[in-house]
């Protein structure tokens, strides 16, 4: 570039030189001050003798070139060109109206179709996969609430044992009275916050207890008038009898109160206080109906007498430590073996043998 007296060496930006050091190099200028003024466009500026002076892409295809000018014309015209892009690119990049909206790349967006597709795809999935996860929350939350009274009753027993020995010593009568006496012994022991004794509270009128295959059984039938009935403080409902083959208490057991689904196997229980070797033992409900009878099981026991279904699935529980009666039909064989430990010979009062 010439100022009509001298020639100067211009060359490019970013051609072979450290650009990323915001440098541009511009020979043979005299004084003046060189600066970066546009990486991505390769332009610099620099003040020479007060006046502008450009570099542009277009001022050379070499490392350098020679511009050698008498007049200000040409140099003037390229100027204009290169200030009118550089005009262009800020107003595109930078002006107070694009700043925000303008993206040199088009957004991608879903349309109202694929939206809705993914929705209803969405809907499948959580419809087909809710039932089971709703299905096994419930499921352990029974096998909780067993277990937590499983425990309750077995501390309360091994403090009334302290007192009193093994349950089939606590009644010499051996009467129905006993049920009063064996809650009397046992209740100091537990946090009962109800009592309702051997009436039967308006409340379990409106209950429809059930089997495990879902028959019906009726309040009288399990919380019956013979047993003494109350309430713990976590909500468990606990009717207590005597039984006059096993000569031991035989409870009714709600774990998770009246909330339901109120059925053998899931929330509601067998449970006897038994022992063997002379040490409190809870065996579950062990009568002579479970020796020929699958009562663990989505079919009703047969026999002598039809029994309900999931009555002996607190004994499963006990042995195991599972409800996978829940999800398949228990052999008797697979029954008897797992639970052999728990059951009692007719008209024996504990588990010795």
């Known amino acids: 570039m010439s ?30 001050v060189v600066r970066c003024k546009d990486v991505k466009m390769q332009r610099c500026e620099a003040v020479i003798n007060n006046k502008l002076a450009i570099c542009h892409p277009e001022l050379g295809s070499g490392s ?31 002006s107070h109206i694009n700043l925000f909206s303008y993206s040199p790349h088009k957004r991608a967006a879903f349309t109202l179709a694929e939206v809705l597709i993914t929705l209803g795809i969405i809907g499948v999935v959580a419809a087909m996969t809710l039932p089971v996860l709703i299905s096994k929350y419930q499921e352990r939350s029974w096998l ?28 010499p009568a051996k009467n129905s009275d006993c049920s009063k006496t064996y809650f009397d012994i046992l209740s100091p022991h537990l946090k009962v916050v109800e009592i309702w004794g051997f009436d039967i509270p308006d409340i379990l009128y409106k209950v429809t207890y059930r089997d495990l295959d879902g028959g019906g059984i009726g309040y009288n039938s399990i919380f019956t008038t013979n047993h003494y009935k109350f309430v713990l403080n976590d909500g468990t409902i606990i009717g207590i009898g005597y039984d006059g083959d096993l000569n031991m208490p035989l409870l009714d057991v709600d774990t998770n109160g009246l909330k339901g689904p109120n059925q053998f196997g ?17 065996s579950g409900f062990a009568k002579w109906w479970m020796y020929d009878n699958l009562s663990c099981a989505t079919v009703k026991a047969g026999g002598a007498g039809t029994f309900w279904s999931g009555a002996g699935c607190s004994l499963w529980i006990i042995s195991t430590g599972n409800m996978d ?15 052999k430990n728990l059951l009692v010979d007719l008209y024996k009062d504990s588990l010795d043998k």
């Open 144 to 171: 909780t609430s067993f277990k937590r009274t499983y425990s309750v009753l077995y501390q309360a027993y091994l403090g009334a044992y302290q007192e009193n020995g093994i349950a089939s010593t606590w009644c």
């Open 266 to 282: 899931k929330d509601l229980f067998h449970i006897s206080l038994n022992s063997k070797n002379n040490y409190p033992v809870i």
């Open 325 to 339: 009666y829940l999800h398949r039909n228990l052999t008797l064989d697979e029954w008897h073996s797992a639970v």
């Open 3 to 32: 100022d009509g007296t001298s020639t100067f060496h211009l060359a490019p930006c970013g051609r072979g030189h450290n650009f990323l050091a915001n440098e541009c190099e511009l020979r043979n200028l005299g004084e003046g």
């Open 64 to 94: 350098q070139e020679i511009l050698k000018h008498g007049g200000q014309s040409d140099v003037q015209e390229i100027l204009k060109r290169v200030q009118d892009d550089i005009n262009i690119f800020l107003k595109r990049t930078y």
